[in-house]
């Protein structure tokens, strides 16, 4: 199903604009998304076609089927959340049959960990982004022979500085593993004889060889597997990052020599906000007072660590407010259920076939 077929058929109950629009944190040069929610025809629901979401590629329009959107309201998702109680000048459809879900009460205790367990999760992301633009990894990739190393006195040298220092090639030696010592190998020499230490530069892990009982090593080979690993998961993880990141976000963070994602820690930051206020309140406030404060953050006025104390105070103060909130344990998910009953069964006898 696509977002054209949704439009074309009239299937979509309730579309707002969402992100820094209902924020009130837009600037120029701000994207537009889009966020609703849709209800199946009826046969496509009762049979096999189920469709729970709708999105364009870039994740920027997004519409949840009605059931799928409710079920995430129980869970007190933020995005849902947000979504339900988006400003009245964001809203540009909803069915009236929508009406009595967006004026239900749904806040509950249950925002402590939705609200602030994001804003702790985007604090670990914006901690982990740091990493990456200071820390950048090459292009070109480290193989096998890069975690390898030959005993030699009281030490070590690098597999690749022994080969060079005596004018010999990898493919000329064979590898075979020593008992009760894990990845610790003897070392022989043969050219012609064996299958290398490893089979080509692409290789994830060493090569053995079969060796006569009778042949004496040249030196003892140790293969640190679990460094050579941490580094591939670190090269792909900062690869991906590179091709999928947005060039002007990061080109902003470089800009502000802050060495962070200042629009991430901004929503951090609104993100713990909001989580107080609903527990103080008892209210949700998508479009955001403290805009002036928010976007100060967005343009890095502010050092990483002083950001990080924001953080951890704030979750400190969200602690005792939700401690002492008169908010319900949770979102009464029997109403929800009995709400979401009649709101399919009103539209399909309505005819969304």
């Known amino acids: 199903m696509t977002i054209d077929e949704l439009k074309r058929k009239n299937l979509i109950i309730y579309e707002c604009l969402s992100g820094s629009h209902a924020y009130g944190l837009s600037t120029p040069g701000s994207d537009i998304d889009i966020k609703g929610v849709f209800i199946l025809p009826e046969d496509e629901f009762y049979g096999l076609n189920y469709v729970s979401q709708v999105s364009d590629e870039s994740n920027d329009t997004v519409y949840y089927e009605l059931r799928r959107f409710v079920e995430l309201l129980s869970k007190s998702n933020p995005n849902i959340l947000e979504l339900l109680y988006s400003p009245e000048d964001c809203i540009r459809i909803m069915h009236p049959i929508f009406k009595p879900l967006r004026q239900s009460v749904l806040l509950s205790k249950e925002c402590k960990e939705s609200f602030g367990g994001y804003g702790i999760a985007q604090i670990r992301k914006a901690r982990g982004l740091k990493k990456k633009i200071l820390n950048p990894v090459e292009k070109e990739r480290k193989s096998v022979l890069d975690f390898c190393y030959i005993a030699e006195g009281q030490g070590a040298v690098p597999v690749k500085a022994f080969l060079k220092q005596h004018g010999l090639k990898q493919h000329e030696f064979g590898l075979s593993r020593i008992a009760h010592m894990p990845e610790m190998y003897g070392l022989y020499h043969g050219s012609g004889e064996f299958k290398g230490i490893v089979k080509s530069d692409e290789a994830n892990d060493v090569c053995l060889s079969t060796v006569p009982a009778d042949m004496e090593p040249v030196g003892l080979m140790s293969f640190n597997k679990s460094a050579y690993s941490a580094y591939c998961r670190e090269y792909k993880a900062y690869w991906d990052w590179v091709e999928k990141r947005n060039d002007q976000r990061y080109n902003s963070t470089l800009n502000h020599g802050k060495g962070y994602d200042a629009k991430n820690m901004m929503h951090t930051i609104r993100l713990l906000n909001m989580c107080e206020e609903i527990g103080r309140a008892g209210t949700l406030n998508v479009r ?50 009995q709400l979401l009953v009649y709101m399919r069964k009103e539209l399909y006898r309505r005819r969304i076939k």
Do not use: H
Request: glycine share 2%; net charge negative.
């Open 288 to 337: 955001r007072e403290d805009r002036e404060f928010l976007l100060s953050v967005k343009n890095g006025k502010y050092n990483y660590d002083d950001l990080l104390s924001m953080a951890e105070l704030k979750l400190q103060q969200i602690e005792m407010v939700y401690q002492y909130s008169s908010l319900p344990e949770s979102p009464e998910v029997a109403m929800l259920d």
